[in-house]
């Protein structure tokens, strides 16, 4: 895994991390006031991270432009802001909604992002492996169908 796949990748262990750790966190101290917390960093940040990483992995085309870096600091930075603003906000700190709210909102932008990306992508024809632009058989091809 390269580039953009493996930042996503790597972000997504480290919201796995976090998150299970105030899962259990939760559990031994059977306050559950974090559990939106504890979702959003399972979920958008874990579980989504994983699938962008999964996906520009197998189309790497797309994991090489500049919107994907783009798609990834966008997502990084306000899942931060989101998920960090929302513990304080649910700790009790009404003043840091703010940030909450632009965190969401940045994040919702970064999905639009990939929702673009992603969708660009698989209109894109694909050519499948062993042919050439054109439709023929690529040499390698033909000299093996010859051999046999």
């Known amino acids: 895994m390269h580039g953009v796949a493996r930042k996503f990748f790597t972000l997504a262990i480290l919201y796995a ?3 299970m750790a105030l899962g259990l ?3 031994i101290t059977h306050d559950h006031s974090q559990m939106p917390v504890h979702a959003h960093a399972m979920v ?20 090489s432009s500049r919107l994907a870096a783009a798609h990834f600091w966008l997502t990084a930075v306000s899942g931060v802001m989101l998920i960090v603003g929302l513990y304080f906000l649910l700790a009790g ?4 909604e703010p940030v909450v709210a632009v965190g969401s909102m940045v994040f919702y932008a970064s999905i639009l992002l990939f929702a673009y990306i992603a969708l660009s992508a698989m209109r894109k024809p694909v050519r499948p492996a062993g042919l050439s632009p054109d439709g023929t058989l690529s040499g390698r091809l ?6 046999r």
Do not use: N, R, T
């Open 17 to 19: 991390v976090c998150g």
């Open 25 to 27: 966190h939760m559990s």
């Open 44 to 63: 958008a940040g874990w579980l989504m991270s994983a699938v962008f990483a999964f996906f520009y992995h197998l189309v790497p085309a797309a994991g």
């Open 93 to 96: 700190h009404a003043a840091i």
């Open 142 to 147: 033909v000299k093996e169908s010859i051999a």
